[in-house]
């Protein structure tokens, strides 16, 4: 069974920079695995921000960005917000099924 | 503006059937695949199942293979899932999520309805 892995919690700074990670139990992650990046806030539906490891939707702020870092898929957040706290979470495609990470909680404090 | 609609959801027992619906709106609901993604209470995001444009390619996780069917009528501009020998652990609000662009090029989910919770309890 592919398990795919999210840091479960990280702190960041208002304005500050945070890189979040997601990794599979496959192997490397890479642009063949089509990582997307959703947001979701509490009580809400889940936001997309990132398809194709690097696209960004129409919606998308520019200070989010994906990319592909050391054998994992990652989104950073520059400039961070504090509407920006939220649970984040990777999707990685696997030839037809789709796996997601098990979110990373980003507090900004 | 696109909108996604789930209904379906409620309580059922452990063993019994149910089919989720998501009614779409303001896209060509032929050109897109098409996902569901669930969630139970206070977990993360666990995708279900995805649909071809055409109906003709279907993917589902493990979880649910064999129990559940993702289905569409592209003249009613909706999707389903018909879920059979629920258990408690498909307890979940479930989405269903539009793909991203069309043809292969793309792969992830753009737009997503507001979800529908399905309760599997005696």
């Known amino acids: 069974q592919t398990v795919v892995t999210q840091e479960p919690s990280l702190t960041v700074s208002p304005g500050g920079t945070v890189t979040l990670t997601c990794a599979s139990s496959?192997?490397?992650?890479?642009?063949?695995?089509?990582p997307n990046w959703f947001q979701q806030k509490p009580g809400q539906t889940p936001r997309a921000l990132i398809y194709?490891?690097?696209n960004k939707h129409s919606w998308t702020p520019a200070r989010f960005s994906g990319s592909l870092l050391g054998g994992k898929a990652a989104l950073t957040l520059s400039g961070v917000q504090p509407e920006d706290e939220a649970e984040y979470y990777c999707l990685l495609y696997y030839g037809g099924a789709r796996v997601f990470g098990g979110g990373t909680k980003v507090t900004v404090l | 503006q696109v909108q996604l609609v789930e209904s379906g959801g409620g309580v059922v027992q452990p063993g019994r059937s149910l089919r989720l619906s998501c009614a779409v709106s303001g896209f060509t609901f032929s050109y897109y695949g098409m996902h569901w993604v669930r969630q139970a209470p206070g977990k993360g995001l666990e995708w279900v199942a995805v649909i071809s444009d055409d109906g003709n390619t279907k993917y589902s996780a493990d979880s649910v293979k064999g129990r559940f069917t993702i289905s569409r009528d592209n003249s009613k501009n909706t999707l389903y899932l018909q879920m059979d020998s629920l258990r408690a652990e498909d307890t979940a609000v479930y989405y269903c999520?539009?793909?991203?662009?069309?043809?292969?090029?793309?792969?992830?989910?753009?737009?997503w309805g507001q979800g529908t919770l399905v309760t599997v309890s005696s």
């Open positions: 496959t192997g490397a992650v890479t642009s063949g695995h089509y």
């Open positions: 194709n490891t690097a």
């Open positions: 999520a539009k793909k991203v662009g069309m043809g292969e090029a793309t792969i992830g989910l753009d737009y």
